[in-house]
C-alpha cells in the first residue's frame, strides 16, 4: 500500500509551526477549547499508509482509533482511491430527489441488504451517523403515526451514550456536558442509566448486574407510560462514552422487553458496524434483532463522508404501503461518489476476510493481551470486544477507587501516548482503542509494548505527584 500525496499545497511547503498559525487563525475544530487550542498548537497529520500516520515533524505515529473508529481497511487503499476516481469522472455528483437514482446508490442499498441481517432489505442514505440519527427520530415517529398512534413519541436512550451532535443525535446521546449547551434534549427523549459494570455493579456477577441493567429499560417504559413510548436506542457497546461493554445478558433481556412493550429497537452501529465486534454488525454479536440500524464511519472506511439507516421490514411496510411522503432528506443521501467508494470497501472487507480475522484470530488475541494488563498497578480493570479495548486507570487496584476528576490522569495518560508515538483516546480515566481490522498479531504487539510504556511513564508522574 502507497501513501497517496495531500492535495492542495504541499505539505512540506509550509513549516509545522506557520500550518498551526494558520489553523489557528481560521480553523474551529470540533470538541475543542479554542482557546487553549491556540496556544499549544495542533498536531499537523500529512499522510497516512496502513495503521500508521505521519505528521509534519516526521513523526511516524500507530493510529490504535482507526482515524475516529472508521479506517478500518488502512490508510492508503489503492482500491477506494480508485472508485472514488472512477466515479468522479463518470458523475461526480447527483441527487436521489425528484424520482431520480444512481447506478452506485442503488448497487450500494443491494449489497447492504445482502450484509446485514435479514430483516433489513431498505437503506435511507445520510451524509453521517448523527444526520442517521436525525433520521431514525423521523422515521420512528412517521411509523407510529402512519399506525395511527401519534402519542407514541417518546425515544429512550441512556446516560454516556454517544449518538452524534445534531440537536436530535445529541439528544438521544447521553452526555451531561452536550446537553448543557444549546438547551437539550428536545422533547420527547428519555434516559435510563447505562450498562457499566465495573462502576455500577461490582457488588453482583456481571451476569446479575446485566439484568438489573435492562431492568432500568422497563421501568421507564412504565414510568412514561407504555403507550407513549415508541423506541430503545443504544450502541451495542458504548464507544465514545469509554467502550463501555455491557453483560452478555443485557441485550437479550433488553430485546424481551421491546418485544413486551412492542417498541421499536434501533441499534446504533455506526462504531459498531462493519466488523469492528468480529460480526457484521454490533447486533449480531449481541444476540438482538433491531427494526433499524443507523450506520456510518466503517462504510466506506471513513475515506469519504457517508451514513444512513437500516430499516426493517416492520418499519418499512408502513413507510411504503400507508405512507405517502416522507417530508425529509438530504442534499448527499445516496452520493454516487461515496457509495462507489462504500461498494469499493465492503467488497475488500469480504475479500480479506477482515470480519472472521477479527472475530477468530485478532480478536481472540488482543483479549489475551488485553488480560495481562490487569497486573499493572495503574489499571483497575482492562476488556475488549473485537477490537475495541478500554483500559481503567485507578488510584487504588484493591478498592477500585477511581482519581479525582480534576487530576485529568487520563490526560497525562494520552500526552504520554502521543509523544511516544501511539493514538490512544482518553475518555475520563478509561483509555480506549479501536485500530484498523487490518492489523496483524505483529502490530498488536507493537500497540501493546507502546501501551505498556505509556502506562508505566504514567504511573511514574503519579507517584511523583503523590497521588497514589
Not at 15 to 27: G, N
Not at 431 to 459: G, S, Y
Request: with cysteine; net charge negative.
Amino acid at each position: 500500500m502507497n501513501a497517496v500525496p495531500t492535495p492542495g499545497t504541499a505539505p512540506g511547503a509550509r513549516s509545522t509551526r506557520e500550518w498551526q498559525a494558520a489553523d489557528s487563525r481560521h480553523f474551529l475544530h470540533p470538541f475543542t477549547d479554542f482557546a487553549a487550542l491556540a496556544q499549544k498548537g495542533s498536531r499537523i497529520v500529512e499522510r497516512g499508509e496502513g495503521i500508521y500516520l505521519w505528521d509534519t515533524e516526521g513523526q511516524r505515529v500507530l493510529d490504535a482509533m482507526s482515524g475516529l473508529w472508521c479506517v478500518n481497511v488502512g490508510y492508503g487503499r489503492r482500491e477506494l482511491i480508485e472508485a472514488a476516481t472512477s466515479q468522479l469522472e463518470r458523475l461526480a455528483f447527483y441527487n436521489a430527489f425528484f424520482q431520480t437514482a444512481t447506478p452506485p446508490a442503488i448497487e450500494l442499498a443491494e449489497l447492504l441488504a445482502e450484509v446485514t441481517p435479514p430483516q433489513f432489505q431498505h437503506v435511507f442514505f445520510s451524509g453521517s451517523g448523527s444526520e442517521g440519527n436525525d433520521t431514525v427520530v423521523r422515521m420512528v415517529r412517521r411509523y407510529w403515526d402512519l399506525l395511527g398512534q401519534p402519542e407514541r413519541k417518546v425515544l429512550i436512550s441512556r446516560n454516556n451514550a454517544y449518538h452524534g451532535s445534531t440537536m436530535a443525535g445529541a439528544s438521544l446521546g447521553g452526555m451531561a456536558g452536550m446537553h448543557a449547551q444549546g438547551g437539550l434534549p428536545i422533547p420527547d427523549i428519555a434516559h435510563i442509566e447505562q450498562p457499566y459494570w465495573y462502576e455500577l455493579g461490582r457488588s453482583m456477577s456481571r451476569a446479575e448486574f446485566g439484568t438489573l441493567a435492562a431492568s432500568w429499560l422497563e421501568a421507564k417504559i412504565l414510568e412514561l407510560g407504555p403507550e407513549r413510548v415508541a423506541a430503545f436506542v443504544g450502541e451495542p457497546v458504548q464507544g465514545a462514552g469509554g467502550v463501555i461493554i455491557p453483560p452478555e445478558t443485557y441485550w437479550p433481556a433488553v430485546q424481551a422487553i421491546c418485544d413486551k412493550y412492542g417498541i421499536l429497537l434501533v441499534s446504533d452501529e455506526v462504531i459498531c458496524g462493519f466488523g469492528r465486534t468480529g460480526r457484521w454488525f454490533g447486533c449480531e454479536t449481541m444476540g438482538t434483532r433491531p427494526d433499524l440500524m443507523t450506520f456510518a464511519k466503517g462504510v466506506t472506511s471513513g475515506y469519504v463522508p457517508l451514513g444512513g439507516v437500516m430499516v426493517g421490514e416492520r418499519v418499512a411496510r408502513v413507510l411504503i404501503d400507508k405512507g405517502g411522503e416522507f417530508n425529509h432528506g438530504y442534499t448527499y443521501s445516496g452520493h454516487p461518489v461515496a457509495c462507489a467508494v462504500a461498494l469499493a470497501n465492503i467488497r475488500l472487507i469480504r475479500r480479506e476476510g477482515l470480519v472472521d480475522r477479527v472475530r477468530e484470530d485478532t480478536g481472540p488475541y488482543l483479549a489475551e493481551q488485553y488480560a495481562a494488563l490487569k497486573d499493572h498497578p495503574l489499571v483497575g480493570d482492562a476488556e475488549t470486544c473485537g477490537l475495541m479495548g478500554a483500559i481503567l486507570l485507578v488510584q487504588d487496584k484493591e478498592r477500585g477507587t477511581p482519581f479525582a476528576a480534576e487530576l485529568e490522569v487520563g490526560m497525562v495518560c494520552r500526552g504520554h501516548c502521543f509523544a511516544n508515538g501511539l493514538i490512544m483516546r482518553a475518555v475520563g480515566d478509561r483509555m480506549i482503542v479501536a485500530p484498523p481490522l487490518v492489523i496483524t498479531r505483529a502490530q498488536i504487539d507493537e500497540m501493546m509494548a507502546l501501551i505498556r510504556r505509556c502506562l508505566d511513564l504514567t504511573w511514574k508522574d503519579v507517584k511523583t505527584q503523590g497521588w497514589a
